[in-house]
């Protein structure tokens, strides 16, 4: 479980991270045709803004190093990214 939290560290540490998550999955959702890919990408594109902004203290106010709001962003990014990754993977069948 410690590695998670070393991710998470990372990932805040260096917004630029999320930003390239988010082309990436923006990218490859365009290419591939997958919406929810795309969508999953604009999520972390739209994170990374939010991260950079608490980083450059634009959004917070005293101490910004207590970030309860990481418990509910990261699920939701986590399970997006799965299921966002699976569609990529997905080879849909087609009608004979």
Known sequence: MDWVFRVIAI??????????IGVLLLGLGRLMHR??????GVM????????????KRWLC?????IRADVILIYPVLLLATIVAVVSLLWKPSRPV
């Open 35 to 40: 919406r929810l890919a795309m969508g999953t």
């Open 11 to 20: 990932i805040i540490e260096y917004p630029l991270l999320a930003t390239g």
């Open 44 to 55: 972390w594109l739209a994170y990374s803004l939010y991260e950079f902004g608490v980083k």
């Open 61 to 65: 106010s005293g101490d910004c190093d």
